[in-house]
């Protein structure tokens, strides 16, 4: 006979994990108990020692669903008299984080219960048991009992209760267990909000409105979402024109990964990444020879070699993919980049003009949560928006004190608020130059420290002064008394990847980049930082030159063109402006430009790729942020083995990477009739060449590699076969994006660093 304490840590708190604990303990007549901590699950058994050490190998084999088994601790203790086996209250601490889960995709045995007659919950959208349903999106309060839901608004019938109450189901202690006779109930609405049908009518006639090509809105897990058949070239048309959105690449939502596969490549790793129970939304490559190509129609991601695929998250999308019978467009319900629509009043308002009909139901979302995007790249699945399945699930980064509030940057917006040793990273709220995003933004930091039940200490912003986040920033710290720690956004950006890995010593950061602010007052955004925790030094950087209209230069890569064009060769230059603007406008753009009056200085490699994509011939205008730069890269795949262009870093420090020889090169290449597939080639080999010259000047053994130019898979992958060829060590953020959507992680971070740098300087004890 033996004794044990076992420590299971990971995410295994709201997924099933004490039933799962308990049914595998009694099934061996185990005697103890089992109970949530914090940070994991701790339990004590006694019975006979084989029995014992099957339930520890049962606990890291046969795990559920939704949990992530990071470890397992197991210590002997002396024998003790105890009788029976019990599931004890949660030990709440002050790090709540660990019982604040995130949503899970339907498990298999939900699905197939949906799926069979006779079944209680056959045909129910909204099954969910302990190890799957909605968490984050339900949740209103702490600790996560259904009474702190929104599902507090449906009373369990006394079916359902049974589950609940009875230690062996698998719904036991399942906070959104429904079933139709006690559970939400499906409304199809006209947009005008009148209910036409309800329950299994309102789905067949929703699954009848995609096969006729209407635009459905659903209401989702995390917020509104607009279905489409994503076959039918008229209705994804259609979609497009009414949601204003002219060529962004919409989202798939297959049935299976079968389905999925007679779209797309999926290997061994994507398809375990798109049945995860996060259910993201994964880039895939479009298979060239799979028989399905016409189902999904070329509008959905027009001139794009990708397509980002998910699997359904609930019964309900379940049910409409499998109703219609092929693959569905399946996108946030909401006007080009505002926040996600979770209100149903909200919705009819807002997307009147863009569906036919309004798939919703009547239980209540408690916040926005966007689907999340991830791909698998040389590193293994990385997450490019983190929203849905991955929030709030805490980062862990041992040292970090409670209470720092980091407001992240502008774009793909985030904000972080830290427990102790963890840091949770909001879901992705979007563009703050909308209004309503800027509100999202107050109101999600509101929420999280509420939710979390932190007591601020610190707040962190960007050194940018206007952006939205940096202003809230400043009243928050106004407000609450707190001082207001100003984080390097490139900094920000190591910082985080860093974090994420648990890797503390010295690191050269290549941080490629849109723009960032640097201490100088220029944009930067092509940048290697040589950083060691809250110290760091520019060691290298892109050439600057003027981007003429300043941010109208995102949208319009022609401007970063001639940006470089008025450096090398001004005649070339004016013509290139006079192209676009006329004589007239040229000129004015040129005193601009010379004068220095609305043209920032950057140093942004985003923006290189902008005018190498614009003086290619590829793009003068954006349809969606980064078009240029993804068709430059799109435009390379088939090109190996290409001479990289002329990209020579300067001696000295900061060295500077001078791109005007990559200019002259690009300008005779085009002049030659050189296709655009090998200029593309051309640049981005240019570009691993440059990182590789830059870490070997370096020398530090360990390399970043961050900031959103990072995306481009072919970026990622050369640098990365590059540096690790020369005996570098190599990070890149993983689950959290590469984009700005990581800021406010690293500013978190940071602020932690400058905390503790104080106490040490001041000899203050912690
Ligand atoms: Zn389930
Ligand atoms: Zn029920
Ligand atoms: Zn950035």
Redo the contacts with the bound molecule.
């Keep these: 006979v033996r004794r044990v304490s076992i420590t299971v840590r990971g995410v295994v708190q709201g997924v099933g994990f004490r039933p799962f604990v308990h049914r595998a303990a009694t099934r061996r007549r185990l005697t103890g108990w089992v109970q949530n901590r914090s940070g994991g699950v701790s339990a004590e058994v006694q019975g006979a020692a084989p029995d014992v050490c099957e339930l520890v190998d049962t606990l890291r084999r046969a795990a559920p669903a939704g949990a992530r088994v990071e470890s397992i601790e197991v210590v002997d203790l002396p024998l003790a008299e105890v009788q029976g086996f019990r599931i004890l209250p949660s030990v709440r601490r002050a790090r709540s984080g660990a019982i604040l889960p995130a949503d899970i995709a339907t498990c298999a045995i939900c699905s197939r219960e949906t799926a069979t007659p006779g079944e209680r919950r056959f045909r129910h959208a909204f099954a969910s048991c302990a190890s799957c349903g909605p968490r984050y999106s339900i949740v209103e309060a702490l600790p996560y009992d259904r009474p702190r839901t929104t599902m507090r608004a449906f009373a369990m019938c006394p079916a359902c209760a049974r589950e609940y109450r009875d230690a062996d189901d698998r719904r036991f202690h399942a906070q959104a267990v429904a079933c139709p006779a006690c559970g939400p109930t499906l409304r199809l609405l006209s947009p005008e909000g009148r209910e036409i049908v309800r329950g299994e009518p309102a789905l067949q006639s929703a699954i009848e409105a995609l096969r006729g090509g209407r635009i459905v809105a659903l209401k989702g897990l995390g917020g509104y979402q607009l279905v489409a058949d994503a076959g039918d070239p008229a209705a994804v048309a259609q979609l497009r024109a009414r949601k204003r959105r002219s060529e962004k690449p919409f989202a798939v939502l297959f049935a299976s990964v079968a389905a999925a596969r007679e779209v797309c490549e999926v290997s061994r790793a994507e398809e375990s990444a798109l049945s995860a129970p996060q259910a993201p939304i994964l880039l895939l490559d479009r298979s060239r020879t799979a028989a399905g190509g016409a189902m999904v129609t070329a509008g959905v991601a027009p001139g794009s070699p990708r397509l980002g695929a998910m699997l359904p998250c609930t019964p309900l999308h379940r049910f409409l993919v499998e109703g219609v019978g092929g693959p569905l467009v399946c996108t946030s319900g909401n006007l080009s980049e505002e926040p996600i629509c979770i209100d149903d009043r909200d919705a009819l308002l807002r997307l009147a003009g863009i569906a036919d009909v309004f798939l919703a139901h009547d239980r209540l979302i408690a916040r926005p949560i966007d689907d999340s995007v991830a791909r698998v790249g040389p590193g293994g699945v990385e997450v490019l928006r983190r929203a849905r399945g991955f929030t709030p699930l805490p980062i862990s980064v041992p040292g970090v004190p409670a209470g720092i509030v980091a407001l992240g940057?502008q774009l793909k917006s985030t904000v972080a608020v830290t427990l102790e040793d963890e840091v949770v990273v909001s879901q992705h709220l979007g563009d703050l130059h909308l209004a309503d995003a800027s509100e999202l933004l107050e109101r999600t930091v509101g929420d999280l420290v509420r939710l979390l039940g932190v007591r601020p200490r610190i707040v962190a912003a960007d050194l940018h002064p206007d952006y939205a986040s940096s202003r809230l920033a400043e009243r928050l710290a106004a407000q609450w008394g707190l001082a207001l720690e100003r984080v390097q956004?490139?900094h920000a950006?190591v910082a985080a990847c860093l974090a994420e890995h648990g890797f503390e010593g010295s690191a050269l950061g290549l941080?490629w980049?849109?723009?960032?602010l640097g201490p100088d007052g220029t944009l930067w955004?092509g940048e290697a930082l040589l950083v060691r925790g809250a110290v760091w030094r520019r060691v290298a950087h892109l050439r600057p030159f003027r981007l003429a209209g300043g941010e109208r230069a995102i949208a319009e890569p022609w401007r970063a063109a001639l940006g470089l064009l008025a450096l090398v060769s001004r005649a070339d230059a004016l013509a290139w402006a006079t192209r676009r603007l006329g004589e007239a406008g040229a000129r004015v753009t040129m005193t601009m430009l010379d004068r220095g009056v609305n043209a920032p200085v950057t140093t942004s490699i985003g923006r290189l790729f902008d005018a190498v994509a614009a003086l290619a011939g590829l793009r003068d205008v954006n349809g969606f942020e980064a078009q240029a730069a993804i068709e430059l890269e799109n435009a390379a795949a088939d090109e190996d083995g290409a001479e990289p262009y002329p990209l020579p870093l300067g001696s000295g420090e900061p060295a500077v990477a001078d791109w005007a020889p990559l200019v002259a090169a690009v300008l005779a290449d085009v002049a030659a009739g050189t296709p655009v597939s090998l200029v593309a080639a051309r640049f981005h080999a240019a570009l691993a060449v440059l990182a590789e010259e830059t870490a070997v000047r370096a020398a530090v053994p360990q390399v970043v590699l961050t900031?959103?130019c990072f995306q481009n898979l072919r970026l990622a992958r050369d640098v990365r076969r590059r540096l690790l060829a020369r005996g570098f060590a190599v990070l890149s953020p993983r689950g959290v994006p590469p984009?700005?959507g990581g800021?406010s992680l690293g500013q978190a971070v940071v602020a932690a660093l400058r905390m503790e740098e104080r106490r040490d300087v001041s000899g203050n004890p912690r």
């Design positions: 940057a956004h490139h950006h941080v980049d849109g723009a960032g955004g900031g959103g984009n700005d800021i």
